[in-house]
């Protein structure tokens, strides 16, 4: 593919519902602009954009995936975009480099949830949006009440650009306002028809909309279509890509990508209509080590500046860069600085990517897309500029991950094994973490959703060997006393020789101090306990607190006191005194009133307003305190106070209760008693573990 100035690119993602066609209607285009000979499908596993195995076993897209084609003598660079919420990160990225977004419809159902999240993501980043109702050919399907969903579910005005000629099996083409032709495509060629008779009057009806819409917000055509009545097509299209970039309006299309149906009127829309780089907003950053806002246009004139918005570990090629460039053109051969790590990086090749297949380009311009191989330190959200003008950009805002599973690996030899794997799979996906609780002595994996994890888990499996598996995390409970106590421990060992001899009087009771674990105090007076062992006495009275008194989880807010005790002139050392206070800590705190304590987590939960009633139900069941709700436009915010325990398949029953449209955020608040009829369970569970570790 040639090189193409600023001018002349595109940057188009398609975006939608899961199922609703975008990979399908990506083999179109490409089918359409001979980029590949034989269209593929989803069902067989062999399309240009699905060529993860992950993606081929599941049949659904996980990555993000650019397509550059050549239409018109523009350079597009369609954006296929995963469906699943569970791959925002992918989603949300690749939106924010985009100049416009399609969305897809499918006929037979209208707006559906990932719909909705589609349409949020395009305002989040003020991307202008138009639709392509898509299987128009399919059973049930109904152009008018898509449309008119798109306008009641999603608060937007709908300008119908293409009319379907005929519906379900009767599907054979579409009507392009802006020619006033049929359009008919056979073997990925155009055929421009005579409008059927019966459609006529619907045509003009609709064509006389689309002038109108045009019109609308340019002086000089409003002012030509009160007094004319009317515009010649040149003029329509300029109100048109006026009106878009001002985003006045959502242009509507219509066809069936399987059929490859209804592609030349959406690809001559955004040769014609969409805005290019140099059409949109310039980007805002900020120079290191300050917070003033600088703006940096799309100009190839201007200093280099590109910015990383994915990050693939590739087995074959290594770690790929994907970049957008901002300003200025960024060449082969040569180096670049990487603003946020501070340390140049050498780019001896630039490539574009179709689908996984990389070709060799010598520059890119402002406002295209390109991969940079091999980069030592650059991950996603770092700035490559030239030296004279560093900029950073804000990272790209991702929702919470709220689901958290435990990786379990066949035995304690794998698990070293296994983490290299891990760096691997957490440099490629900014939406996952993986770290090391050692209070509960598991690997946690955190991601977005259980989907997210599953596909997780099977690319680390493929980069380790290791069998490894997901289970549902241990429970961080810890344990308190609830009254004073006090004891006496005495440790004395005699087995020839110097002996162990320590005696500790201990008094305890809870500490109100929300800011400290313990306080230890040392109140022994006359000197029955040399001042000296104090040291090996709060050791011993810590370590303790680590192992737990009822179930082997961490003491907290305890208040201990060493008030008497004995030594002996040959036979007492520091261990001596450690072993004695740790076991008179748990003698005397199993007097104490101890009990578990669980961790509680704050849940905003937004959901849809019609959801409400059966999402407190829900999270009352739970053993949840809801403490109240927002509105927020057509959506309620409802907050509540959770155990974790309750939490960790949220993600699950929200989906089910909501059909997709519910989303939450968790944050840890505080830590409170355990039921006691749930502390039995917990402790037998403990007993349990542990002899299995054991093992």
């Given at each position: 593919?040639k090189?193409?100035q600023?001018?002349?690119i595109?940057?188009?993602c398609l975006?939608?519902h899961?199922s609703s ?5 990506t083999?179109?285009?490409l089918y359409?602009t001979r980029?590949?000979?034989r269209?593929g499908?989803?069902a067989?596993g062999?399309?240009?954009s ?10 659904v897209?996980?990555?993000t995936?650019?397509?550059p084609?050549?239409?018109r003598d523009m ?5 296929d975009?995963?469906g699943?919420?569970?791959f925002v990160c992918?989603?949300?990225?690749a939106?924010r480099?985009?100049?416009?977004i399609?969305i897809?419809?499918?006929?037979t159902?209208?707006v559906?949830?990932?719909t ?12 202008p949006?138009l639709f ?5 050919d399919k ?7 898509a ?5 009641t579910?999603?608060?937007v005005r709908?300008l119908?650009i293409?009319?379907?000629v ?5 599907f054979?083409?579409v009507?392009?306002?802006l020619?006033m ?5 056979e073997d ?5 028809l005579?409008?059927?008779d ?5 045509a003009e009806?609709?064509?006389n909309q ?6 609308e917000g340019?002086?000089d ?8 009545g009317?515009l010649?097509?040149e003029?329509?299209l300029?109100?048109l ?6 985003q006045?309006?959502?242009p509507?299309?219509?066809g069936s ?5 209804g592609?030349?009127p959406?690809?001559?829309f955004?040769v014609?209509?969409?805005p ?6 310039a ?7 300050s ?8 100009d190839?004139?201007?200093p280099t500046?590109?910015?990383v918005?994915?990050?693939v570990?590739?087995?074959y090629?290594?770690k790929l ?6 300003s200025g053109?960024l060449?082969?051969e ?5 603003v946020?790590?501070q340390?140049?990086?050498k780019l001896?090749?630039?490539?574009i ?7 060799s380009?010598h520059q890119?311009?402002?406002g295209?897309l ?10 996603t959200n770092d ?5 004279s003008?560093p900029v950073?950009?804000?990272p790209?805002i991702l929702p ?16 070293e094994?296994?983490g290299?794997?891990?760096?691997r799979l957490?440099?490629?996906d900014e939406g996952?973490t993986v ?8 690997t946690i994996?955190v ?8 596909v ?7 980069m380790?060997?290791v069998?490894?598996?997901?289970v549902?995390?241990r429970v ?5 006393i609830t009254?004073?106590?006090?004891g006496?421990y005495?440790h004395?060992k005699q087995t020839g020789g110097r002996?162990?001899f320590?005696e500790v009087w201990?008094r305890?009771?809870p500490l ?8 230890f105090r040392?109140?022994?007076?006359g000197g029955?306990?040399p001042?000296k062992f104090?040291?090996?006495?709060e050791?011993?009275?810590v370590?303790a607190m680590q192992?737990?008194?009822l179930a082997?989880y961490k003491?907290v807010?305890?208040?201990v006191?060493c008030f008497?005790g ?6 007492s ?13 748990k003698?005397v705190?199993a007097n104490?009133?101890?009990i ?8 905003k939960v937004?959901?849809?307003e019609n959801?409400m009633?059966d999402v407190?139900g829900?999270l009352?069941?739970?053993?949840g305190?809801i403490l ?5 436009g057509n959506k309620v ?5 959770v155990p974790?325990a ?15 449209r519910?989303?939450f955020?968790?944050?840890?608040l505080?830590?409170e008693?355990?039921?006691p ?5 917990i402790i037998?569970e403990a ?7 054991k093992e």
């Open positions: 593919m090189e193409y600023s001018e002349k595109k940057n188009i975006s939608g899961n066609g975008k990979t399908t209607l083999e179109a285009i359409s980029v590949i000979e269209l499908r989803v067989d062999n399309t240009a699905d060529y993860d195995p992950e993606e081929i076993a599941r049949k897209s996980i990555n995936t650019i397509h084609i050549e239409y350079k597009i660079n369609l954006i975009l995963p699943y919420r569970d992918e989603v949300k990225g939106v480099v985009s100049d416009a399609v897809l419809i499918e006929a159902s209208g559906e949830v990932g909705e999240f589609s349409n949020e993501y395009a305002d989040e980043y003020h991307v949006k392509y109702i898509n299987k128009m059973e049930r399907a109904n152009f008018k009440k449309v008119e969903s798109i306008h579910e999603l608060g709908p119908v293409t009319l379907p005929g519906e379900e099996s009767s054979c083409g009507i392009d306002l020619r032709k049929m359009v008919k495509e990925g060629k155009q055929a421009l005579p409008i059927p019966e459609m006529k009057e619907e009806t609709a064509y689309l002038v109108e819409t045009a019109a340019v002086d055509l409003i002012n030509k279509f009160l007094e004319a009317q010649t097509p003029e329509v300029q109100g890509k006026a009106g878009f970039l001002q006045r309006f959502c509507i299309f219509c990508a399987a059929s490859v149906l592609i030349y959406l690809l001559n955004i014609q209509c969409c290019g780089p140099q059409d949109r907003p980007w805002k950053g900020h120079k290191p080590g917070e003033e806002t600088i703006e940096i246009p799309c190839p004139t201007k500046v590109a910015f918005f994915k990050t570990s590739d087995p090629a290594g860069t994907y970049i957008r460039v901002i053109c060449k082969s040569s180096s670049i600085n990487n946020n790590k340390k140049d990086e001896p090749h630039i490539y990517m179709r689908g996984k297949k990389p070709q380009i890119l311009y402002a295209d390109g991969v940079l191989i091999k980069l030592e330190v650059t991950t700035s490559l500029c030239d030296s003008f950073i950009f804000n790209t919470s991950r709220t689901t958290r599973m435990a990786i379990k690996v066949p035995s304690k030899s794998e698990e094994k296994i290299l794997a891990i760096h957490m440099e490629q996952l770290q090391r609780d050692p209070e509960i002595r598991q994996m991601g977005m959703g259980e989907t997210h994890l599953d997780a888990l099977s690319r680390l499996k493929t380790s060997g069998q490894a598996q997901l549902e995390p961080p409970y810890r344990e308190t009254k004073k106590a006090e006496n005495r004395k002996g162990q320590g201990l305890m009771e109100n101090d929300p800011e400290k674990d313990y306080e040392w109140a022994v007076v029955n306990i001042t104090m040291p090996s006495v050791k011993g009275v370590d192992h737990g008194i082997g003491v807010n305890v208040n006191a008497d004995k030594d002996h002139p040959v036979d050392s520091d261990m001596a005194f450690k072993l004695a206070a740790s076991i008179g800590f003698e705190a104490a009133g101890p578990i304590l669980e961790p509680i987590y704050r849940l937004t959901v849809p959801y009633g407190m829900n009352s069941g739970k053993r305190k109240g709700n927002i509105n927020k915010v409802i907050e509540a106070l974790l309750e939490v960790f398949s949220y993600g699950r029953d929200l989906r089910s209760m909501t059909q997709g519910g989303i955020e968790m944050e840890f505080h830590y008693p355990t039921p009829n749930l502390q039995e369970k037998e007993k349990r573990l542990k002899e299995e570790e």
